[in-house]
């Protein structure tokens, strides 16, 4: 049992280049999201899925792109990498909507130049 | 205003004095989260409450939802809980209780 599952670790990118953020996890979870964390912030909600096949917009969108093809996988894409979007990013995941534990991702530090 | 306000900031404590991290909120909540992050690690959850008190080991959360507000307390304090100490309430947002709303992080810096 891996719990969360983040790739990559670290990440540099060039402005306007595109990637993928790997999520993944093997805890049957129903719910996933993704989070931004910045230097004198709280985690900013990025999207967020509610099942395979449902994602939904958070408090920060714009740049990003996400599906839930399976229960499993919840990969974020950046279109195209801006300065901005330089931060660490946190994918989660919980059993159900009500009020279960959350378990989150080592995390992966994108820095976007 | 934010939503979720923690305090202190920074502590700076010495080994095995009694801790206490505050966390105030101003929405509906259906629980709130004590979060632990090691400087350049993962996020951990230590505790998720609805009322009342939750001990783990030298770790104890407590929460009064009248008063909107929680504390962590961390007795016998040791280098190793040198951390980022996070909370975050989850709030019905829309009749679905699925946000997650943050605080900004207490610092706290164990000193042998």
């Known amino acids: 049992n891996a719990g969360v599952t983040q790739t990559p670790k670290f990440q540099v990118l060039k402005t306007g280049q595109s990637m993928t953020l790997q999520c993944a996890q093997d805890?049957?979870?129903?719910?996933m999201s993704w989070y931004r964390q910045d230097p004198g912030m709280g985690l900013r909600l990025i999207h967020y899925s509610v099942g395979a096949g449902i994602t939904d917009q958070g408090e920060v969108p714009n740049g990003y792109n996400v599906s839930r093809s399976t229960t499993e996988d919840f990969p974020l894409r950046l279109l195209s990498a801006a300065p901005s979007q330089t931060s660490v990013y946190f994918c989660?995941?919980?059993?159900?909507?009500?009020?279960?534990?959350?378990?989150f991702g080592q995390g992966t530090r994108l820095t976007v130049v | 205003k934010n939503e979720v306000e923690q305090s202190p900031q920074n502590l700076t404590a010495q080994e095995g004095e009694f801790i206490t991290i505050n966390c105030s909120y101003s929405?509906?909540?259906?629980?709130l989260h004590w979060l632990q992050q090691h400087p350049g690690g993962g996020i951990v959850s230590l505790f998720m409450?609805?009322?009342g008190k939750k001990k783990h080991g030298r770790l104890i959360a407590t929460i009064n939802i009248q008063e909107k507000h929680s504390s962590l307390h961390i007795t016998a304090s040791h280098p190793r809980d040198s951390a980022v100490y996070i909370c975050a309430v989850r709030s019905r947002h829309g009749g679905s209780n699925y946000k997650l709303t943050f605080g900004k992080g207490t610092l706290l810096t164990v000193n042998p």
């Open positions: 989660a995941s919980s059993y159900s909507l009500s009020n279960t534990e959350a378990f």
């Open positions: 409450l609805s009322s």
């Open positions: 929405v509906g909540i259906s629980a």
């Open positions: 805890m049957n979870h129903e719910y």
